[in-house]
């Protein structure tokens, strides 16, 4: 079976959309989202500063990005807009976003992945039509994801830190193991 270009969650997105990470978690009532800050084009580092995750909705949604930039801030732009037309709803913009994503001719070809959450939803969204919210509270995309997500669900299990320590303690690891991934880590919260 080729797995090049497959995602942690199985999309079949090209290799670009490995190139990063971003991280999120909810606890006691304050939701966290970090990106790494370096973009790479294959194996060249382009940039270390990149910022990757934006606040949305009048700050009550948090929405970060793997794959191309470009691609992805036409998708934020139309999230936003989703967000918009259901008054702040994140399941309900983020269903329609993805519904539109797969459909659309020109979004099919879109190379990216989000990670969406507010204070009571992580979501992941995908070109593939997927819209997936993980059981737990904290959820990972790009190619240091699978390392941020262990990381922050041992932290989560067996720390007393809050949000913002385990996403900036599970971001550092994920640096230290991912070659796509900065220590310019970026830190967005809720709550």
């Not at 079949?12 to 990063?20: D, E, F, G, Y």
């Not at 830190?161 to 690891?173: F, G, P, S, Y």
Request: with cysteine.
């Amino acid at each position: 079976m080729r797995t090049e270009g497959m995602d942690m969650y199985g999309s079949h997105l090209r290799k670009i959309v490995r190139a990063t990470t971003i991280l999120g978690v909810v606890k006691d009532g304050k939701a966290v989202m970090a990106g790494d800050g370096q973009v790479s084009l294959g194996e060249t580092i382009m940039k270390h500063k990149a910022t990757k995750v934006r606040p949305m909705y009048k700050d009550q949604v948090l929405v970060g990005f793997a794959g191309a930039a470009a691609d992805a801030f036409n998708l934020f732009e139309r999230l936003e807009g989703k967000l918009e037309t259901f008054s702040g709803n994140l399941t309900r913009a983020a269903v329609e976003l993805a519904k539109d994503w797969r459909t659309d001719k020109i979004l099919r070809r879109l190379e990216a992945l989000l990670l969406a959450m507010d204070k009571e939803h992580i979501l992941i969204i995908s070109g593939t039509g997927d819209v997936i919210e993980p059981d737990e509270s904290v959820a990972a995309i790009g190619s240091g994801g699978p390392y941020a997500l262990a990381a922050a669900k041992a932290l989560l299990d067996h720390s007393d830190l809050d949000a913002t320590a385990i996403v900036r303690e599970a971001m550092k690891i994920a640096a230290s193991i991912c070659v796509y991934t900065n220590e310019n880590i970026v830190i967005h919260e809720l709550g």
